[in-house]
Structures are given as structure tokens and as C-alpha cells.
């Protein structure tokens, strides 16, 4: 996954390139690049590393101004990350920036090279480059140019393109990964998602796969796959730049945990009528909910972590089945469903490569989907048959967080519709529930946010360590699961989660003196089992932290040091755990000096596969 921009109007293109590549970052930053129009035709700057390595070069390298241009900030696919392998690739007389992967460019290479085509990088992205203008010297028309180019490739890809013959002018062409056109009165946009030019316009049409976007400083035209025009109704953004900005905190991940109890009453409010379950904001008859016989909950990372904390509210409050799957593995399994199934697909960026594959998979099957969202009209929402919007707002840091726990209260208000329907609650259990989660989000939530000095604490003494274990039972093992990542992601910590009764089925055997493990024990009905496993470890030197209630002496007793949280309602503890286990992973890697926003490796939104 990359990030793309391409824009033509009235101010500087370098300066709007750039600034739209920092906010694309979170997609990719091991290289970056841009191409503009200069009197002296294509001018190109690539570097390796950070679009503030671009910015600089650029500075150097003098880019005389210009109103038009492409640029893309990389994650690495093919060919490691260089500046040779930055895009944009191409020719003298055609560039383009690439976010997807083409799966067939070897067969494109070879066909190529055999009509006199050498190439400088590793990329699939110049063979798509070069064919295009194969294509363009044999069509002589752009749009047929591009459609024939298209139409060869398999695999995914949203494409920027300037063409040298056409200065001010950018196309923009996709399949499978996201691009959008930003309509502005000081020129107009193309990226792969709104942030790029958001502080410039809210402004912005979506094509749909195969649609060519052609635009200039004032005109965006679209094409249809076989070239004809094509209307497209301008959309307005749901959020404002502002609320993509740190507002004053030293990362995003911790400004976004911080939003947490805004944005879980914020998502709450949005599926309930006085705290009861209302889904009629985008499923207005109940009926979807009917007659269901399996859930299978499909997705990647933390979004899967949000579907085993689902599992547990689903099974425990409406008894029904729920299988947690994910997303790369679901999809060519030969999964086995019923025709009374009901998948729920769960994604923060929509655009998971993996989790809408599944989707897709399922959708041939004919199987009722509810996909749970938090990006506005991205491919997953639009291609499920329902979809919850959950309200966190743009989530920037790689490591997701208060998507996770907003993706969580979802599943909980969900369980209790479920429960609804099976005649299982009676309306005043259903309110007590989502009350308590309602009331959790404006005092415990605070209290725990308030008071991290125990959790920095124990946060930098893991710190010094390469090892980190993760215990815990039911709904505590899921989110150790979950701290487990975050920890990884962020901090570069080796780290597992382990079914806490699981352990002394192998694992002991790793646990050594001042090994750290961290239980989590938040849920009453393990406490005797949970106290039995600290010191099953405790007696192997392990060096225990705890997460439990503030009056679970019976875990603290045994615990070496502890992060507690308030002791509420059985189904509002997993919030309150799991501000927790971010800050725990946040404080860890704030002591160990890390990039926090944007860790090694890693992107926001894995739109390949
Ligand atoms: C979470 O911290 C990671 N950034 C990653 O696991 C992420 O949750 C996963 O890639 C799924 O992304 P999605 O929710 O946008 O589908």
C-alpha cells in the first residue's frame, strides 16, 4: 500500500505534492517522489526514505514552480526500498505513481524487453509505466491508451499519470485500490484517500474501478472502462482537516487514544435511541438480524482482535455461534457456510486487500453481509449488503487503537439487538448494559487516562527486556492478543499471547528469570484460575504485571506490580482494559525511542495482498 497524489491548478504544485505525501505517509514511507511540468518538459525527484527527504531534495534541486504534477510515498512490493525503485517510473514521455500490485508484470516485462524496452528498477510499477506508452505511441489517444494498458494488467492498482505532450493536465485510472478526484476553485485533486488534499477541499467524487479521471486546473472529466463520458456526482467530506491533525500531543496514536470516550459515545449514540440498539441509521429493518445461524466474523489484525471481543458479547448475551476468522486465510479455505449465515466483515480503512477478498468470496455465496467500517463509502462498506459506520474519525497512526475499541462497542450493541431478537434480554437487561458502557465511557475511561503513571511505569521496565509474555482467559486472552500486537507493532518487543491455561502446555519452558508477563485478569469469574497461572510463572522467576479491577486483592497479592482499571460492568471492562494495554504498548516504545506513528515496516491500510 502507497500513497498517490496528483494535482493541476493555481498554486504550486511541489508545495501541494509534498504536503498531500505527509499526509499519505501512513500508508507507506520508505520512499518517495514526485514528476511536474516544467518548461523543459517532465522534471522527476525521488529519494529514498521520508517525504521530508523528497522536500529537501527538492529545496536543493531547485523544481522551478509548476501547476501540475504526480507524486507517491512507497511500501515496498517489489524491489526493496531505493530510490532507483521510487516512484514515479516511466518515460520521457509518460509517468506514473502506482499504489496495487500487478501480478502479471513479468509476462508485461518479457513482452517488452522484446520490443526494445530495457528497464532501471525492480518494480512492476515501471513495466506498467512502459506499456502504457507502448500503448500511447501506437493508440496516439490517451484515454484508449490507457484503457488498452488497463485491460492487460491483472491485479490491483490506482494510477496517477502525466502524460509530457500534455502539461497541466493528470489522469488517474483504478482497480481494487482507492482513489479519489478533490474538485477545488485553486485546482484539482487526485489521492488515494482524502487526507492528501483535505485541508484544501471537502470536495470530491469517487470513481469506480476501470473509470479514467482526467483532470486540468479547472475541469475533471471521467471516462467509463470502454471510454465513453461519464457523470459522477460530487460527494462532501464527513471530516474536517483539524480533526487529522495532533491538536497538541506528542503522537497521533496517543491523541487517538485519548478520543476514545469521545468517539465510543460518538459511535454509540449513532446505533442506539436512548441507549436501546438502533441500527436503523443504515439497517432499517430488523428482519437482517432474523433467523441467523452462524456469525462468521472475518478480518485482519486488530480488526480481528475486535471480532474475538464481538465473539464473546455475541456468544454470552444472544447465544449465538460466532467463528472468528482471518481475513488471508478465510479466503482460500473453501469456507464452509450456511444459507442462514450471517459474515461480518470488520475493517478501519475498508480497503483491506485480504478482508475484501473475503467479502467477495462470500458475496458469490450469496450470504447476508454487514461489513463494519469506519471510512466513509470506502470498497468494503460499499460492497457488503449492510454496513455499520463506526465513528472514530480518521485514525492516522499505523497502529490502530480507538478504531479497535469503537469497532468493540459496535459488536457489543450488536450482541444486545442479537439478544433482542432471540427473546434472550429483556429490555431492562439491555439497558442496564449499554448504560453502564455509556456511563463507563464518561468516568472510568477518564479515571484511566488520567492515572497512566503505573502504566509508564511498568511500560519502561518491560521495555529493557526482548521477551514479553501475554496471559490471560476468555475475553482477558483476546486482549492479550490485541496488546500483544500493539506492543510488537510499536515497539519492536518480541512479544505472545497465550490462553493463560494454555501455557504450561509448552510455553513454560520459555519463562526465566525477570521474564515480564503481563496477566490479564479484569474478569471475576477467573480470578482463582488466573492467581493459579501468576504463580505457576511467578515460581519460574517470571517478573508479573497485572491488569486487573482496583479491588482484586486476590490478584494483586500475587502481582509484582499492577495496572488496574475501574471494577464495572462485566461487558464495559474490555474498554477500559484495552486503553490500557495501548497506553502499555504506547509508553513502552515512547521508552525505547521509537517512531510511534509510523513503525518500521509497516503501513496503515494493507490494500495488497
Ligand atoms: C493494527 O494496529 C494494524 N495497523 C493492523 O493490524 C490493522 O488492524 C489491519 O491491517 C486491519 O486493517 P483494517 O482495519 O483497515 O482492515
Same mark, same amino acid.
Given at each position: 500500500?502507497?500513497?498517490? %497524489?496528483?494535482?493541476?491548478?493555481?498554486?504550486?504544485?511541489?508545495?501541494?505534492?509534498?504536503?498531500?505525501?505527509?499526509?499519505?505517509?501512513?500508508?507507506?514511507?520508505?520512499?518517495?517522489?514526485?514528476?511536474?511540468?516544467?518548461?523543459?518538459?517532465?522534471?522527476?525527484?525521488?529519494?529514498?526514505?521520508?517525504?521530508?527527504?523528497?522536500?529537501?531534495?527538492?529545496?536543493?534541486?531547485?523544481?522551478?514552480?509548476?501547476?501540475?504534477?504526480?507524486?507517491?510515498?512507497?511500501?515496498?512490493? !517489489?524491489?526493496?526500498?531505493?530510490?532507483?525503485?521510487?516512484?514515479? !517510473?516511466?518515460?520521457?514521455?509518460?509517468?506514473?505513481?502506482?499504489?496495487?500490485?500487478?501480478?502479471?508484470?513479468?509476462?508485461?516485462?518479457?513482452?517488452?524487453?522484446?520490443?526494445?524496452?530495457?528497464?532501471?528498477?525492480?518494480? @512492476?510499477?515501471?513495466?506498467?509505466?512502459?506499456?502504457?506508452?507502448?500503448?500511447?505511441?501506437?493508440?496516439?489517444?490517451?484515454?484508449?491508451?490507457?484503457?488498452?494498458?488497463?485491460?492487460? +494488467?491483472?491485479?490491483?492498482?490506482?494510477?496517477?499519470?502525466?502524460?509530457?505532450?500534455?502539461?497541466?493536465?493528470?489522469?488517474?485510472?483504478?482497480?481494487?485500490?482507492? *482513489?479519489?478526484?478533490?474538485?477545488?476553485?485553486?485546482?484539482?485533486?487526485?489521492?488515494?484517500?482524502?487526507?492528501?488534499?483535505?485541508?484544501?477541499?471537502?470536495?470530491?467524487?469517487?470513481?469506480?474501478?476501470?473509470?479514467?479521471?482526467?483532470?486540468?486546473?479547472?475541469?475533471?472529466?471521467?471516462?467509463?472502462?470502454?471510454?465513453?463520458?461519464?457523470?459522477?456526482?460530487?460527494?462532501?467530506?464527513?471530516?474536517?482537516?483539524?480533526?487529522?491533525?495532533?491538536?497538541?500531543?506528542?503522537?497521533?496514536?496517543?491523541?487517538?487514544?485519548?478520543?476514545?470516550?469521545?468517539?465510543?459515545?460518538?459511535?454509540?449514540?449513532?446505533?442506539?435511541?436512548?441507549?436501546?440498539?438502533?441500527?436503523?441509521?443504515?439497517?432499517?429493518?430488523?428482519?437482517?438480524?432474523?433467523?441467523?445461524?452462524?456469525?462468521?466474523?472475518?478480518?485482519?489484525?486488530?480488526?480481528?482482535?475486535?471480532?474475538?471481543?464481538?465473539?464473546?458479547?455475541?456468544?454470552? *448475551?444472544?447465544? %449465538?455461534?460466532?467463528?472468528?476468522?482471518?481475513?488471508?486465510?478465510?479466503?482460500?479455505?473453501?469456507?464452509? +457456510?450456511?444459507?442462514?449465515?450471517?459474515?461480518?466483515?470488520?475493517?478501519?480503512?475498508?480497503?483491506?486487500? @485480504?478482508? #475484501?477478498?473475503?467479502?467477495?468470496?462470500?458475496?458469490?455465496?450469496?450470504?447476508?453481509?454487514?461489513?463494519?467500517?469506519?471510512?466513509?463509502?470506502?470498497?468494503?462498506?460499499?460492497?457488503?449488503?449492510?454496513?455499520?459506520?463506526?465513528?472514530?474519525?480518521?485514525?492516522?497512526?499505523?497502529?490502530?487503537?480507538?478504531?479497535?475499541?469503537?469497532?468493540?462497542?459496535?459488536?457489543?450493541?450488536?450482541? #444486545?439487538?442479537?439478544?433482542?431478537?432471540?427473546?434472550?434480554?429483556?429490555?431492562?437487561?439491555?439497558?442496564?448494559?449499554?448504560?453502564?458502557?455509556?456511563?463507563?465511557?464518561?468516568?472510568?475511561? !477518564?479515571?484511566?487516562?488520567?492515572?497512566?503513571?503505573?502504566?509508564?511505569?511498568?511500560?519502561?521496565?518491560?521495555?529493557?527486556?526482548? @521477551?514479553?509474555?501475554?496471559?490471560?482467559?476468555?475475553?482477558?486472552?483476546?486482549?492479550?492478543?490485541?496488546?500483544?500486537?500493539? *506492543?510488537?507493532?510499536?515497539?519492536?518487543?518480541?512479544?505472545?499471547?497465550?490462553?493463560?491455561?494454555?501455557?504450561?502446555?509448552?510455553?513454560?519452558?520459555?519463562?526465566?528469570?525477570?521474564?515480564?508477563?503481563?496477566?490479564?485478569?479484569?474478569?471475576?469469574?477467573?480470578?482463582?484460575?488466573?492467581?493459579?497461572?501468576?504463580?505457576?510463572?511467578?515460581?519460574?522467576?517470571?517478573?508479573?504485571?497485572?491488569?486487573?479491577?482496583?479491588?482484586?486483592?486476590?490478584?494483586?497479592?500475587?502481582?509484582?506490580?499492577?495496572?488496574?482499571?475501574?471494577?464495572?460492568?462485566?461487558?464495559?471492562?474490555?474498554?477500559?482494559?484495552?486503553?490500557?494495554?495501548?497506553?502499555?504498548?504506547?509508553?513502552?516504545?515512547?521508552?525505547?525511542?521509537?517512531?510511534?506513528?509510523?513503525?518500521?515496516?509497516?503501513?496503515?491500510?494493507?490494500?495488497?495482498?
Amino acid at each position: 500500500m502507497c500513497g498517490i %497524489i496528483g494535482y493541476c491548478g493555481i498554486n504550486n504544485a511541489e508545495d501541494i505534492i509534498i504536503s498531500g505525501l505527509h499526509a499519505l505517509e501512513y500508508r507507506g514511507y520508505d520512499s518517495a517522489g514526485m514528476t511536474v511540468f516544467t518548461q523543459n518538459g517532465l522534471k522527476t525527484i525521488k529519494t529514498k526514505g521520508r517525504v521530508a527527504d523528497l522536500e529537501n531534495k527538492a529545496k536543493i534541486m531547485f523544481l522551478e514552480p509548476s501547476g501540475c504534477g504526480i507524486g507517491h510515498t512507497r511500501w515496498a512490493t !517489489h524491489g526493496k526500498p531505493s530510490e532507483t525503485n521510487a516512484h514515479p !517510473h516511466g518515460t520521457e514521455s509518460v509517468m506514473i505513481v502506482h499504489n496495487g500490485i500487478i501480478e502479471n508484470y513479468n509476462e508485461i516485462k518479457k513482452f517488452l524487453s522484446e520490443r526494445g524496452y530495457g528497464f532501471l528498477s525492480e518494480t @512492476d510499477t515501471e513495466v506498467a509505466a512502459k506499456l502504457l506508452d507502448y500503448e500511447y505511441k501506437n493508440e496516439k489517444d490517451k484515454i484508449k491508451a490507457i484503457i488498452n494498458t488497463v485491460n492487460q +494488467l491483472k491485479g490491483s492498482y490506482a494510477f496517477g499519470i502525466v502524460f509530457k505532450d500534455e502539461p497541466g493536465t493528470v489522469y488517474g485510472v483504478k482497480k481494487d485500490s482507492p *482513489l479519489l478526484a478533490g474538485l477545488s476553485g485553486q485546482g484539482n485533486f487526485i489521492a488515494s484517500d482524502i487526507s492528501a488534499f483535505l485541508k484544501y477541499t471537502g470536495d470530491y467524487i469517487r470513481p469506480e474501478d476501470g473509470e479514467i479521471i482526467r483532470l486540468t486546473s479547472d475541469s475533471v472529466s471521467v471516462y467509463g472502462p470502454e471510454g465513453s463520458p461519464v457523470e459522477k456526482k460530487a460527494e462532501k467530506a464527513l471530516w474536517n482537516s483539524a480533526a487529522a491533525e495532533k491538536s497538541g500531543f506528542r503522537h497521533f496514536m496517543l491523541k487517538e487514544i485519548f478520543e476514545e470516550p469521545k468517539v465510543l459515545n460518538d459511535t454509540f449514540d449513532s446505533i442506539t435511541k436512548d441507549s436501546y440498539p438502533d441500527f436503523s441509521e443504515t439497517i432499517p429493518d430488523d428482519s437482517f438480524f432474523e433467523g441467523i445461524g452462524t456469525i462468521h466474523i472475518i478480518a485482519c489484525g486488530t480488526a480481528m482482535h475486535a471480532g474475538l471481543i464481538g465473539k464473546h458479547y455475541i456468544e454470552k *448475551l444472544a447465544r %449465538i455461534p460466532v467463528n472468528v476468522e482471518i481475513a488471508s486465510e478465510f479466503r482460500y479455505k473453501d469456507p464452509i +457456510l450456511s444459507k442462514n449465515d450471517m459474515v461480518i466483515v470488520i475493517s478501519q480503512s475498508g480497503e483491506t486487500a @485480504d478482508s #475484501l477478498a473475503a467479502l467477495r468470496l462470500v458475496n458469490k455465496m450469496n450470504i447476508k453481509t454487514l461489513s463494519v467500517v469506519n471510512t466513509y463509502g470506502s470498497t468494503i462498506a460499499r460492497e457488503s449488503s449492510h454496513v455499520i459506520y463506526t465513528k472514530a474519525g480518521p485514525e492516522i497512526a499505523v497502529a490502530s487503537t480507538k478504531a479497535f475499541s469503537v469497532q468493540a462497542v459496535v459488536m457489543l450493541i450488536l450482541a #444486545l439487538k442479537l439478544s433482542e431478537i432471540q427473546g434472550r434480554l429483556t429490555k431492562e437487561e439491555i439497558l442496564k448494559i449499554s448504560s453502564s458502557f455509556k456511563n463507563m465511557t464518561k468516568t472510568s475511561l !477518564h479515571n484511566v487516562l488520567c492515572n497512566t503513571q503505573n502504566i509508564e511505569r511498568a511500560a519502561a521496565t518491560t521495555a529493557k527486556h526482548q @521477551d514479553v509474555f501475554f496471559i490471560g482467559r476468555g475475553y482477558d486472552n483476546y486482549l492479550g492478543m490485541e496488546a500483544s500486537l500493539k *506492543l510488537k507493532e510499536i515497539s519492536y518487543i518480541h512479544s505472545e499471547a497465550y490462553a493463560a491455561g494454555e501455557l504450561k502446555h509448552g510455553t513454560i519452558s520459555l519463562i526465566e528469570e525477570n521474564t515480564p508477563v503481563i496477566a490479564i485478569a479484569t474478569n471475576k469469574d477467573f480470578y482463582e484460575k488466573m492467581r493459579s497461572n501468576i504463580e505457576e510463572v511467578r515460581s519460574r522467576g517470571a517478573y508479573v504485571i497485572s491488569i486487573c479491577t482496583e479491588n482484586a486483592d486476590i490478584i494483586k497479592n500475587v502481582s509484582d506490580a499492577v495496572m488496574t482499571i475501574p471494577d464495572d460492568d462485566e461487558f464495559s471492562k474490555p474498554f477500559t482494559a484495552a486503553a490500557v494495554i495501548q497506553l502499555f504498548a504506547y509508553y513502552g516504545a515512547l521508552a525505547l525511542g521509537r517512531d510511534i506513528d509510523k513503525p518500521r515496516n509497516l503501513a496503515k491500510s494493507v490494500t495488497v495482498e
